[in-house]
């Protein structure tokens, strides 16, 4: 099971040290970033899903949830209660703490270590549909701003690694494959989407932000709730599930799976506690291989 992790860690190291040696100029993780995120990784899901019959497994994705939900809700208290955080960035903690990189980082690691990414698919519509909606509205009413439920409905559409997922359940659900002349290039390109997105991993991993070392407690404890607590829930929330071995190994690793950038991203749009977003996301992506690589040779 450990060697599953040798190709992510050694894609991630090399993003690291072409970010090291500025190989790609400045700007290439965000360049990069933008590449996967708009392009290939919505092509390799589209192209998995219509190759996979959809099936989602009810119990542990309520297992998934309830981790979840859990660990944010220690997310939010302890920013307010420890660190005195206002409600606007202390919903940003709870993001940070809570919030999986189910995309970018998630789908190498599911089609590496789990063989396919059936149950991250589950995950993702829980954290778009759900989870994203939550986070928005608590931070515009703390911003004063008027609650758009147009802007929230629309926000899936939005998002193109959303709207991949949801051609391709469409297409397994009805038991559609699209023409070669279709699926052809979307395959070339949905190839790329692993490999790229784990260099642009490598190449994050050496920007560096300011406020980090000041807050440098609050960045650990929120890192911590990520990579250990929402784990070690949801293998025990799996456990009251009764979960089978597979589906408990599958659970566990989308669990451990550090800091989603969207994190950071609201942070910064809403003006609430981005430095420590940014360095949560940054911690838990470098910290995550060898959080990720325990679990997985716990529950092999």
């Not at 809700?73 to 005195?84: D, E, K, P, T």
């Not at 998630?106 to 909606?133: C, E, H, K, R, S």
């Not at 692993?194 to 440098?216: I, M, W």
Request: net charge positive; with cysteine.
């Amino acid at each position: 099971m450990i060697a599953a992790f040798v190709p992510i860690w050694a894609l991630t190291l090399l993003g690291f040290v072409a970010g090291r040696f500025r190989l790609l100029g400045e700007g290439a993780d965000r360049t990069l970033g933008g590449f996967v995120f708009h392009l290939a990784m919505p092509a390799a899901l589209f192209t998995a899903l219509t190759r996979t019959r959809l099936s989602f497994s009810g119990p542990a994705l309520g297992a998934f949830a309830a981790s979840t939900v859990v660990t944010m809700a220690a997310g939010f208290v302890l920013s307010r209660q420890i660190f005195g955080r206002k409600p606007g960035e202390a919903t940003i903690g709870a993001m940070a703490a809570g919030y999986v990189n189910s995309a970018n980082l998630g789908i190498p690691v599911a089609m590496q270590v789990l063989g396919d990414a059936t149950f991250l698919t589950g995950v993702m519509l829980f954290q778009a549909l759900v989870i994203t909606p939550l986070v928005l509205a608590l931070l515009d009413r703390d911003a004063d701003r008027r609650l758009r439920p147009a802007r929230l409905a629309s926000l899936p559409l939005r998002n193109p690694i959303i709207l991949g997922l949801a051609a391709g359940a469409l297409c397994s659900a009805l038991d559609w494959q699209p023409p070669p002349v279709v699926a052809g290039p979307l395959a070339m390109l949905g190839s790329a989407a692993v490999p790229a997105a784990l260099v642009a991993l490598g190449l994050s991993l050496t920007v560096r932000g300011s406020g980090l070392a000041a807050e440098r407690a609050e960045v650990l404890t929120l890192s911590s709730l990520k990579l250990l607590a929402q784990p070690v829930l949801a293998y025990l929330f799996g456990l009251l599930a009764q979960l089978r071995p597979a589906e408990l190994l599958a659970l566990v690793v989308c669990a451990a799976l550090p800091t989603a950038q969207n994190a950071y991203v609201f942070a910064r749009e809403y003006g609430q506690a981005d430095s420590v977003a940014r360095g949560t996301v940054i911690a838990s992506t470098g910290l995550s291989m060898l959080t990720l690589a325990t679990a997985s040779w716990l529950l092999k």
